[in-house]
């Protein structure tokens, strides 16, 4: 008898101790404001001065083993309260360095993780999002990066997402055995369709964390803005945002100097050579190839030999699949088959010059150069941007990518959505930071719209940039805060606004 009381008294203390342990568990998540339950589990943030900022969401599974190379998997629920306080692994890249002073964060294949900043207070609250695509030619850079700080923007109201993407060979490999494997007949666009797999994470999960999932604006710069531009035509990416802003964005299928997309069978050509350049073949091409590491994929990428047209050839690029992109952009926004939203979009004064930085053609290479690239009307372009010296081509060839990569893609893409949407506007970013050589050059807006750290800009200018992201962001329309009103853009009027340190409105 006293063993059944002493077993029952032990048996009531462990449920008091369990009890109690609960109840702390539970009075710790009450006290723990930032907690929130998306729909694969529970995460905690951070709270950081009335921003809640949640680091190293997985929005997808890891892309391993018999994942990789194929579009991305649901995300694996959990139990508990995930800590999202430290961002997430960078995709596996080729340089591994810093940006801008800043040491990239350990990379690993198991890499697909977003962020968020909220300025929310409840979920009743229902903020404008903003989800940034970051550039880096789709072979590097991370929205796993300290410099891409949502806080700046959040403090003006938005939420803000940054997320990764697979890049290089793990994200854009096409090969006809890939093909063989999808319902679709297509390979190779991994990278665009984990940016739809962030999207539609955000669709399903950004209510609560105060957001509104019917006012989403997607901004991104470089390749980021090209992304912009894949996912206004996509047919995946219908319904999941509703306007957008792109900078400096490469546009036509075969550019002046940079190529935007490739065409399917010239990806897959070479994503076969790839293949057999790593010792897969035959059959088990695919097997072989998921067996090997990630470093080694990416050590067996073909690096940009010093001929500067041949640096401007990114090998592992978006490709038209026929189902992510169903044909060029210039065949889909000649045709109007983009989706009608409000649209920012523009580029820096000095795109060209920072892209062609390393150039350093002598005459005769220039020649060559503008053979390869506009064969009979090689001749004529010359004629338009002659050169006598070294010196002289890097300026030509500066002016060369800024006028046709940048100036006319930007034209081309504004009067194509002018045509569809009225709330259209387009923009050329002249401000240069003090003791900046390069001028205005690629991707300078970024450090003043993420108040990238040690950089000294005009505080006017960098509050003026912020302003209109995202009083763009909460309205479709940029005007209300400056003392000048930028006009809708219109084949007619050709007017857009210079960001500068006096705004101005001009035309051409």
């Known amino acids: 008898m006293q063993g059944i009381y002493r077993r029952g008294y032990i048996l009531a203390a462990f449920l008091i101790v369990a009890g109690l342990v609960l109840l702390s568990g539970c009075t710790q998540q009450a006290q723990d404001s930032t907690i929130v339950k998306t729909n694969a589990g529970s995460v905690s943030g951070i709270n950081q001065d009335g921003i809640r900022v949640y680091l190293g969401i997985p929005f997808a599974a890891p892309p391993v083993g018999d994942l990789r190379w194929r579009p991305p998997a649901p995300v694996q629920s959990w139990e508990g309260v995930r800590a999202a306080t430290e961002y997430g692994a960078t995709c596996p890249q080729a340089q591994k360095g810093s940006v801008a002073g800043i040491a990239a964060l350990n990379m690993s294949e198991d890499c697909l993780y977003l962020n968020v900043w909220t300025p929310a207070k409840n979920v009743s609250d229902k903020l404008p999002v903003m989800i940034f695509f970051y550039g880096g030619g789709f072979t590097g850079v991370e929205g796993s990066m300290p410099m891409y700080n949502g806080t700046t923007l959040a403090e003006n109201g938005v939420i803000v997402v940054t997320t990764n993407y697979r890049l290089g060979a793990l994200g854009f490999l096409a090969h006809p055995q890939l093909d063989r494997e999808s319902p ?204 006598n010296s070294t010196a002289q081509v890097q300026i030509q060839l500066a002016q060369i990518m800024e006028n046709a990569d940048f ?53 006017a200018v960098a509050d003026n940039v912020v302003d209109l992201w995202t009083r763009f962001a909460k309205t479709g329309n940029p005007n209300g805060g400056m003392d000048i009103t930028w006009p809708n853009y219109t084949r007619e009027t050709g007017q857009y606004l210079d960001i500068n340190i006096t705004p101005s409105v001009n035309a051409g």
């Open 407 to 459: 100036i006319d893609s930007v034209k081309f893409a504004a009067g194509s959505m002018s045509d569809i949407s009225p709330d259209t506007y387009m923009y050329r970013y002249s401000y240069i930071i003090p003791g900046q050589p390069e001028g205005a050059f690629h991707g300078s807006e970024l450090i003043l719209l993420f108040r990238i750290p040690g950089i000294s800009t005009d505080p």
């Open 184 to 387: 679709y007949n297509a390979s190779g666009n991994y990278g665009i369709l984990d940016q739809q797999a962030a999207l539609k994470w955000v669709q399903d999960n950004i209510a609560v964390f105060g957001g509104d999932p019917s006012r989403v604006t997607l901004f991104g710069q470089s390749a980021g803005a090209e992304s912009i531009y894949i996912h206004l035509v996509s047919p995946g990416s219908r319904g999941l945002f509703s306007q957008a802003i792109v900078e400096s964005g490469p546009f036509w299928a075969n550019g002046a100097i940079i190529n935007a997309t490739h065409s399917k069978d010239y990806a897959e050509q070479f994503g076969d050579w790839y293949a057999k350049s790593l010792g897969c073949t035959g059959p088990y091409t695919l097997t072989c190839m998921r067996n090997l590491t990630p470093d080694a994929l990416i050590n067996a990428t073909p690096s940009s030999p010093s001929e500067f047209w041949s640096t401007h050839t990114v090998m592992f690029e978006p490709n038209v699949d026929g189902w992510i992109l169903p044909d060029t952009l210039d065949n889909l926004f000649l045709n109007h088959q983009e989706d009608a939203v409000p649209l920012m979009v523009g580029n820096n004064a000095n795109d060209g010059t920072t892209l062609s930085a390393d150039a350093n053609m002598t005459v005769p290479e220039y020649r060559s150069f503008l053979a390869s690239r506009f064969g009979s009307d090689a001749d004529a372009v010359f004629a338009q941007y002659p050169a």
